[in-house]
């Protein structure tokens, strides 16, 4: 439960005030009401929207931000953050880099990140993740991703693109395990995708969407000539003519749409 800041020792609060970072600061002030916890000036806050995190170069290339010469301001990013080459140990909350930056992105984008559970963890950490909505996943990961790591922090959701990269075997049966999630688009375009897309378990997860979901599933073109994209392209178009399911749209490949509606 929490406890209310104002209650503590007045001691004690002006002790934990000089320990918070910049950002903390601002973060309980607001809690606050924007009133002051003890005699210090008001940390000063401006936005911007777009913010990116370079960490395949030597050193990281953080977006440089402008606190106009005060030390205590924060910036706080309201729409698009990326990060690129990025790794846990990169996201690690204390991380001095984001000590005067707030991020409360709608959109994420990551890009050749050493993705995890621990990651997906410490990005939460770092972003209000009642805000984001959109996370766009693109390129490099050892381990096949695990859907359910993005999905299990972020619980506002909406929209998910994930392109270049190896999915697990269990990648649908593991969303469904998490029971409920706000997802109404979910684009797929991943390396491995034909060995991994279990058809019967694929119209279970269709069933399992509301109305408004669309699925979309890309196929790379050097893989048009594979039997196993033929035959999931007639095993979709033939079995969404069944009355059970909701509205879903089901791309496949550059050329491919079906639209099918519940009756």
Same mark, same amino acid.
């Given at each position: 439960?929490?406890?209310?800041?104002?209650?503590?020792?007045?001691?004690?609060?002006?002790?934990?005030?000089?320990?918070?970072?910049?950002?903390?600061?601002?973060?309980?002030?607001?809690?606050? =009401?924007?009133?002051?916890?003890?005699?210090?000036?008001?940390?000063?806050?401006?936005?911007?929207?777009?913010?990116?995190?370079?960490?395949?170069?030597?050193?990281?290339?953080?977006?440089?931000?402008?606190?106009?010469?005060?030390?205590?301001?924060?910036?706080?990013?309201?729409?698009?953050?990326?990060?690129? =080459? !990025?790794?846990?140990?990169?996201?690690?909350?204390?991380?001095?880099?984001?000590?005067?930056?707030?991020?409360?992105?709608?959109?994420?984008?990551?890009?050749?990140?050493?993705?995890?559970?621990?990651?997906?963890?410490? @990005? !939460?950490?770092?972003?209000?993740?009642?805000?984001?909505?959109?996370?766009?996943?693109? =390129?490099?990961?050892?381990?096949?991703?695990?859907?359910?790591?993005?999905?299990?922090?972020?619980?506002?959701?909406?929209?998910?693109?994930?392109?270049?990269?190896?999915?697990?075997?269990?990648?649908?049966?593991?969303?469904?395990?998490?029971?409920?999630?706000?997802?109404?688009?979910?684009?797929? +375009?991943?390396?491995?995708?034909?060995?991994?897309?279990?058809?019967?378990?694929?119209?279970?997860?269709?069933?399992?969407?509301?109305?408004?979901?669309?699925?979309?599933? +890309?196929?790379?073109?050097?893989? #048009?000539?594979?039997?196993?994209?033929?035959?999931?392209?007639?095993?979709?178009?033939?079995? @969404? #003519? +069944?009355? !059970?399911? !909701?509205?879903?749209?089901?791309?496949? =490949?550059?050329?491919?749409?079906?639209?099918?509606?519940?009756?």
């Amino acid at each position: 439960m929490p406890y209310p800041i104002t209650k503590l020792a007045y001691g004690l609060r002006c002790r934990l005030i000089e320990l918070a970072t910049p950002k903390e600061r601002y973060q309980l002030q607001i809690a606050n =009401g924007n009133v002051l916890l003890c005699p210090q000036k008001l940390i000063p806050a401006s936005k911007i929207s777009i913010f990116t995190s370079r960490f395949d170069l030597t050193p990281p290339d953080i977006t440089k931000v402008d606190t106009y010469g005060e030390e205590n301001r924060i910036v706080i990013c309201e729409h698009t953050v990326t990060f690129v =080459g !990025a790794t846990t140990w990169d996201l690690t909350f204390d991380n001095k880099l984001y000590h005067n930056v707030l991020l409360r992105p709608q959109l994420i984008v990551l890009q050749n990140c050493l993705i995890s559970e621990q990651f997906m963890i410490k @990005l !939460a950490a770092l972003t209000a993740t009642l805000n984001v909505e959109t996370i766009r996943v693109d =390129g490099f990961n050892i381990q096949p991703l695990d859907l359910a790591d993005i999905l299990k922090v972020f619980p506002n959701l909406k929209e998910l693109d994930v392109r270049n990269v190896m999915l697990p075997k269990t990648w649908l049966t593991d969303i469904m395990r998490l029971k409920k999630n706000n997802l109404r688009l979910m684009a797929i +375009e991943c390396i491995n995708i034909l060995n991994v897309l279990n058809k019967n378990e694929l119209l279970t997860f269709l069933k399992w969407q509301p109305k408004t979901f669309q699925l979309n599933l +890309e196929v790379s073109s050097v893989h #048009k000539q594979d039997r196993r994209y033929t035959e999931l392209v007639e095993f979709v178009n033939d079995k @969404l #003519k +069944e009355k !059970a399911y !909701a509205q879903v749209n089901v791309s496949i =490949g550059t050329n491919y749409s079906l639209t099918k509606k519940k009756l």
